[in-house]
């Protein structure tokens, strides 16, 4: 009976066991520390059931009767008990990976781990030297099942099994809260498992109960914490949880960065401004200022490209759509390439479908955005001859839609065929050594194409070097009206004494922004206070009143939106609060229209975005 059973013992771990080492090296896996430790656990175990086999084939043979027959059964039994202790060394190592992981919630976990696993393994080899060195007795049992050994070796292996036991039990207590229950539930009940069987193996050595054990653990581990398809999901979940981590810190950096690049930009561009505007300057300072302003003007350019680039990839940037009359919007997009242009021989010509529709419905800020960038690269890559602006559209009535059909012609330096595919990369320039004069970074384009597939169009382009290129833009729009409305005249000229005498807060933290915000109001005669804190703007705003209040948002101790809050507190508080701010990320204007301001100007200001507030606000 006891053969029987010891027989189908050795059968069973072997079967589950081969399976279980079959499905794990044929399945792709991570390789992790953990897994690690299981594979070696499973070829430990495939080790242990290889000499319990040749153990139990010999054990009751004349074989082993006496001299070296014996000798070399007892040396292979204390190795099957060292591997035995082995597997649970593994293990252990196994729990305390895991629970060490789930307390410091780390990635790769166990600090110093090359120490540790030296340790171990020293000690593992001097445990092994160990039972070798004790003796052991080979029972013999009369009924023709195996026999077993038994003595100081056996019992020393024993004691150690234990030992390990405990180890996990409270290194399972102590990480208790932190792992979760996946990790937990299972190595719990095969901590019980083990514990059980290792005392019923020790009162019943002949069982032979440590394989089927072993064997057993193993398959549960892999249905549980070590499957692994459960384990690549987690894997990849950790690394897209990094990469979005990183990917947070980059749009951070980039909104920081914007900020301290625009604040500086904000003082130079009002000086210069106001330097423009002096009266008692020589024309030649005049001619500096107006370059400072220039020079501020494309490091704003290159500062917003670098923005808007990485909202694409971050995928926050978000179409708005609006109506809008899009012969105006052409209208204005020529009116900002011209002074590109300069004084270079170029004739600029622009045409328009007479079917283009009156008022069109989509995202004019991109569509802005695109067309200026390719009109504006026509200007810097064309010495002369002439840069044309067509646009043709198809109206389909049914469906309301207008597809736009938008070129940019030019007889400028083209483009090299090689180049043409690169063209859209972003941070590649082409012709590096001819563009050394011409200002860039190589993301104009790369922004135009992204954006207009956003909107669902094309671009391509077509071009021969030394000849000229053209740019083409297909983009389907919905028509709102045909009709052409009235055209309003732009107000290019501000009135400065429409708002004279009215009184005026101003609010930030830099004294310097506050001198720049004076400097932009002094032509309107307004009646200007300026604070340097939210507490100051407070206090006054309960001692005054006031027409109107440009607010900055960053400030130490209390920000911009913590004090519109408190303002709003004032009981019949209803002036107009602008906010005022160096923060140009996607959405602010809705961030800080939903926060309660009544506008937003970003920094540096826009003297005609000023005025179209102001006369919002006061007339
Ligand atoms: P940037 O103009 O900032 O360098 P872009 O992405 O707008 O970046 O353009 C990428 C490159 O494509 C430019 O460096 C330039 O060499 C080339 N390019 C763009 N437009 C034209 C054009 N109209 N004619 C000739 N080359 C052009």
């Not at 012609?409 to 595919?421: A, Q, S, V, W």
């Not at 209040?549 to 609060?577: A, Q, R, S, T, Y």
Request: net charge neutral; proline share 3%; glycine share 6%.
């Amino acid at each position: 009976m006891l053969k029987v059973i010891q027989m189908v013992m050795l059968f069973m771990s072997t079967l589950y066991l081969g399976l279980i080492v079959i499905l794990f090296f044929v399945k792709k896996r991570v390789s992790n520390d953990d897994t690690e430790i299981y594979k070696k656990m499973l070829i430990t175990n495939l080790n242990a059931i290889i000499i319990e086999f040749i153990l139990y084939m010999t054990g009751n043979t004349s074989l082993v009767k006496d001299g070296i027959g014996l000798s070399l059964f007892l040396i292979l039994s204390k190795l099957f008990v060292g591997i035995v202790v082995g597997w649970f060394i593994l293990i252990a190592k196994y729990t305390l990976l895991i629970c060490d992981k789930a307390r410091n919630n780390k990635l790769s976990a166990l600090q110093n781990k090359k120490k540790l696993n030296n340790i171990i393994n020293i000690s593992y080899i001097i445990v092994l030297i160990i039972i070798l060195l004790l003796p052991v007795k080979f029972i013999l049992l009369d009924n023709g099942a195996t026999g077993y050994t038994q003595g100081p070796a056996t019992s020393f292996a024993a004691i150690l099994i234990m030992g390990l036991c405990v180890f996990m039990l409270i290194e399972l207590i102590r990480a208790r809260k932190k792992l979760n229950s996946k990790e937990f539930t299972p190595i719990i009940i095969l901590l019980i498992l083990m514990l059980i069987s290792t005392s019923i193996q020790t009162s019943n050595p002949q069982l032979l109960l440590f394989n089927p054990v072993m064997a057993l653990v193993m398959v549960i581990m892999y249905f549980t914490i070590e499957n692994p398809d459960i384990k690549m999901i987690e894997q990849l979940d950790i690394a897209k949880k990094q990469a979005e981590k990183a990917n947070k810190a980059k749009t951070e950096f980039l909104s920081n960065m914007s900020h301290e690049i625009r604040t500086p930009l904000n003082a130079i561009v009002g000086f210069s401004e106001c330097m423009l505007e002096a009266k008692d300057l020589s024309e030649e300072t005049k001619g500096f200022a107006k370059d400072i302003v220039d020079a501020s003007n494309n490091l704003l350019e290159i500062v917003n490209g670098i923005l808007d680039i990485s909202k694409i990839e971050a995928n926050k940037m978000e179409i708005i759509l609006k109506e809008y009359n899009p012969r105006e919007v052409f209208n204005s997009l020529c009116k900002l390439v011209i002074p590109r242009i300069g004084e270079k021989p170029i004739e600029f010509k622009y045409t328009y479908s007479e079917d283009l529709p009156g008022i069109l419905k989509g995202d004019v800020a991109k569509l802005k955005q695109i067309i200026l960038n390719i009109l504006t690269n026509a200007a810097k890559y064309t010495d002369k001859g002439e840069i044309n602006f067509n646009v043709n559209c198809i109206n389909r009535m049914d469906t309301k839609t207008s597809l736009l059909y938008i070129s940019v012609k030019d007889t400028g330096r083209g483009i090299k065929k090689e180049n043409l595919d690169k063209l859209f990369n972003k941070f590649e320039r082409i012709d590096e050594d001819k563009n050394t004069t011409i200002e860039g970074t190589g993301l104009g384009l790369a922004i135009t194409k992204s954006l207009t597939e956003m909107m669902g169009g094309r671009v391509n382009v077509f071009s021969k070097y030394g000849e000229g290129s053209t740019f083409r833009i297909y983009l389907e729009q919905e028509i709102i009206s045909m009709e052409i409305p009235e055209s309003k005249t732009e107000e290019i000229e501000i009135d400065y004494n429409a708002f004279s005498g009215k009184k005026i807060l101003v609010v930030d933290d830099s004294k310097i922004n506050l001198k720049v915000a004076e400097n932009v109001l002094k032509p309107y005669h307004f009646d200007i206070v300026s604070v340097t804190s939210g507490m100051e703007a407070i206090e006054v705003c309960g001692e005054k009143t006031f027409d109107l209040i440009l607010m900055d948002i960053m400030m130490p101790k209390m920000n911009g939106i913590e004090v519109l809050n408190k303002l709003k507190e004032i009981p019949g508080f209803n002036v107009p609060v602008i906010a005022l701010t160096a923060d140009a990320i996607e959405g602010t204007d809705e961030k800080y229209k939903n926060a309660g301001f009544d506008e937003y100007l970003s920094k540096p200001i826009d003297r005609y975005l000023l005025n179209k507030i102001l006369t919002k606000f006061l007339k």
